[in-house]
């Protein structure tokens, strides 16, 4: 699919009065997605809420990890992290992407990583990076369109040992 019919939407930090709606969708993503994330629907829904708030608050502010929601008619439809990698301090490592299934194609993605890419380029990184199961080709496709290029890098996949991710990179 492509980016041809944009969807308006408002992209944005997250803010610690986002942490219900921020909760409801990680909640759908590993439901959507579970391969793509580093913790299952399980261990998310058991995580108390407390323990998800200060997550929220922690990445709402400052200039070493943020999320990015995009919203449509007053509900969350995408996301996605960035963090200063610990081995290049200059590259920021894109994390949880994840549009919902009716906004994939409708440029909700492209909006969202320009927002990590703005405020990773306002810390002082010029360069993001993000992996992506290999085998999942229509997320590479989408990743290509928005300048991600794949650098022939493998690594294991962080819980799951029997998948691979490729690494993908682009200017901030």
């Known amino acids: 699919m492509t980016d041809v019919t944009a969807t308006p939407c408002a992209v944005r930090r997250i803010r610690p009065s986002d942490t219900a709606r921020m909760r409801a969708m990680r909640i759908e993503m590993l439901a959507d997605t579970p391969l793509a ?6 261990e998310a829904a058991a995580r108390p809420h ?11 502010a400052g200039d070493e990890v943020a999320q990015f929601v995009a919203e ?3 509900r969350f439809v995408a996301h996605a992290g ?3 990698s610990p081995d290049e301090p200059t590259l920021t490592v894109v994390y949880a992407v994840y549009v919902t299934p009716e906004h994939r194609g409708s440029g909700v993605l492209r909006a969202l990583l320009d927002s990590v890419a703005r405020w990773s380029r306002a810390a002082g990184r010029p360069e993001l990076m993000l992996e992506v199961v290999v085998g999942n080709d229509r997320a590479v496709r989408a990743y ?4 991600f290029v794949d650098t022939g890098v493998r690594v294991p ?3 799951i040992p029997v998948l691979t991710e490729l690494q993908m990179r682009r200017a901030a």
């Open 37 to 42: 994330f580093l913790e299952t629907l399980a």
């Open 50 to 60: 407390a323990e998800f708030a200060a997550r929220v608050a922690r990445v709402s």
């Open 72 to 74: 449509v008619d007053g």
């Open 82 to 84: 960035g963090v200063v």
């Open 144 to 147: 290509e369109r928005l300048g």
């Open 157 to 159: 996949h962080p819980t």
